[in-house]
């Protein structure tokens, strides 16, 4: 038997490190050739690892969150053959072998002193082991690790009103055991809550638990790309109410004659069509600001960045060409990128080189927000919600849809006059939907 050393390849494109985000197997796990080993993340993109080779995991080279150098180290498995690796290394790399089931119980690292009860020299022995695991000693556990119980002991102690982080526990890996929970309850002196017709108040129990949630993957990728966009960018916000009647009315119209036969409609690709044509006039907010050699660079194509929410968090897959779309393949289109992304299928590409970005939290969406800039763009159009209202039309009170537009934009390349201009347009355009398609 050998062994064969799996190194972080080189994904290209001038990538040096990578984060790994997730483990598929675990020391001692039987690995098939073209099985998953990992996921590694670079630029929100999800790359997954296969195995080579056919053999046993060994022992793996990284910690999920942990950024690793291309070159490094992934995984080491135990072959058939010579393998790739040294003999020396080999050993070196051996995993620890785990104590069997039957053998001596795990050592517990001991309490603090004061916390220790002493036992009398002369109290038998099987009563020093009864005193000792019902001492008043807390539980050797560090903060933010979960601790261990089945779902019946969980339900007990949340009858009783305990807190289970401050139950010491005797099980296999400090497994909170009943016998644990009652040494618990008696040292405190307490007793079940009176849940009968005589009880005189109801007990809630405080909580003291507390949960460290490390920030890694796309999470850590979005954490460091919106600090650097509100770091570098000075953000101004313009707020607009547009009323959309008679663009909500159009797309249901739509929708009736074509929604059988092609993709319905939803008010973003009106909204996408708005921007490819109020960008002719606003060329200066469709671009990229490289701030570092002080260029702005203006795009003819609208790249049109999509942010939509995925359960493993917020990404901006790219519609590109928006200017030469209808509004149904710009719905088709926007419909793929939004399922490949929640299904964490999109790729590299499709996640960069956006020019301007649309984000929108539906039905959600309040009455005002404050987008954040997707960096290096300089203006993002922020879409509220729906809201039938009563409005003044000539002498008349009559009910009209109405909708916000909160958008940001970057007050070192755009000035406020022409971010209040632009939005003045979409407004025209999306109040009078039919000079959407008047060029």
């Known amino acids: 038997m050998g062994i064969h050393v799996i190194k972080m390849p080189d994904i290209g494109e001038g990538i040096a490190e990578v984060e790994l985000v997730a483990w598929r197997v675990q020391p001692g796990d039987t690995v098939a050739e073209d099985q998953i080993l990992a996921d590694v993340m670079t630029d929100k993109a999800t790359v997954e690892f296969p195995s080579p080779v056919v053999g046993k ?8 969150g942990q950024v690793m150098a291309v070159g490094g180290e992934l995984i080491r498995i135990e072959v058939a053959g010579a393998g790739n690796a040294s003999a020396t290394s080999a050993v070196a790399a051996a995993p620890v072998p785990l104590p069997a089931a039957s053998a001596a119980p795990p050592v517990v690292s001991p309490a603090p002193a004061a916390a220790v009860s002493v036992v009398p020299p002369s109290t038998p022995a099987p009563v020093q082991a009864r005193a000792a695991s019902t001492s008043v000693a807390p539980p050797i556990r560090r903060p933010g690790d979960k601790p261990i119980a089945s779902p019946a002991v969980r339900r007990r102690a949340w009858e009783l009103g305990v807190e289970l982080q401050n139950v010491p526990g005797s099980g296999m890996a400090g497994r909170i055991m009943h016998a644990d929970l009652d040494a618990f309850v008696a040292r405190a002196g307490s007793q079940p809550p009176d849940t009968g017709a005589g009880a005189s108040a109801i007990r809630y129990a405080q909580r003291n638990d507390e949960e460290a949630i490390p920030i890694i993957g796309l999470r850590r990728k979005i954490a460091r790309k919106m600090q650097e966009a509100k770091r570098r960018i000075p953000h101004f916000t313009y707020v607009e109410e547009i009323d959309v009647t008679e663009l909500e009315a159009l797309r249901q119209r739509l929708n009736a004659r074509w929604g059988t036969e092609r993709v319905r409609l939803t008010v973003l690709p009106l909204l996408i069509r708005a921007v490819v044509l109020a960008v002719r006039e606003f060329p200066q907010v469709n671009a990229r600001f490289d701030d570092d050699a002080g260029v702005v660079t203006r795009y003819g194509a609208v790249h049109v960045g999509i942010a939509t929410q995925t359960e493993a968090g917020l990404m901006v897959p790219v519609l590109r060409h928006a200017e030469g779309h209808d509004l149904w393949t710009s719905a088709a289109e926007v419909a793929r990128l939004a399922e490949a992304a929640r299904a ?43 809201v039938e209202r009563p409005m003044m039309r000539g002498a008349a009170i009559v009910p009209r849809l109405m909708m916000n537009l909160s958008s940001s934009f970057d007050h070192r390349v755009v000035d406020g006059l022409h971010a209040a201009e632009f939005i003045q347009v979409l407004r025209g355009l999306l109040e009078c939907p039919a000079t959407l398609f008047v060029e």
């Open 344 to 386: 964490g299928k999109v790729t590299r590409g499709e996640l960069t080189g956006s020019t301007i970005t649309i984000t929108s939290l539906g039905a959600l969406g309040g009455i005002v927000s404050t987008p954040v800039i997707n960096h290096p763009e300089v203006a993002i159009v922020g879409v509220n919600r729906m």
């Open 57 to 64: 995991v060994l022992a793996l080279g990284g910690a999920v």
